[in-house]
């Protein structure tokens, strides 16, 4: 199996900043993609980072100059650094990493359990 632990959620005033971790472990022969996804009450679950394994990047309109997603292949480890924190930021969070356990295995998508980030004063 594989499973991915998120963490780095937490309140943060307008304007600060937070950096959430997801960390694969298990079997995992090979990641190809990752991604950061957000969903606030009421709506839909959306994609605000993605990174491919080539490390071309892609951010949502509302994250891009205030967010990076960054990872570390040694750790199976996946960043999402976000700065100038704004309340409709508030969401769970989820990670997403597209994962081949074996050599001849398929990729399938992975989630992480979530991690909630409250914007507020």
């Known amino acids: 199996q594989v499973q991915l632990v998120e963490s780095g959620g937490g309140l943060v005033q307008p304007g600060g900043s937070l950096r959430l971790s997801c960390a694969a472990s298990?079997?995992?022969?090979?990641?190809?993609?990752q991604g950061w996804y957000r969903q606030a009450p009421g709506k839909q679950r959306e994609l605000v980072a993605a990174?491919?394994?080539?490390?071309?990047?892609n951010y949502a309109d509302s994250a891009k100059g205030r967010f990076t997603i960054s990872r570390d292949n040694a750790k199976n480890t996946v960043y999402l650094q976000m700065n100038n924190l704004k309340p409709e930021d508030t969401a769970v969070y989820y990670c997403?990493?597209?994962?081949?356990?074996?050599?001849?295995?398929?990729?399938?998508?992975?989630w992480g359990q979530g991690t909630q980030v409250t914007v507020s004063s």
């Open positions: 298990g079997s995992i022969f090979s990641i190809n993609a």
């Open positions: 997403n990493m597209r994962v081949a356990r074996t050599r001849l295995s398929l990729y399938n998508d992975y």
């Open positions: 990174l491919t394994g080539g490390g071309t990047t």
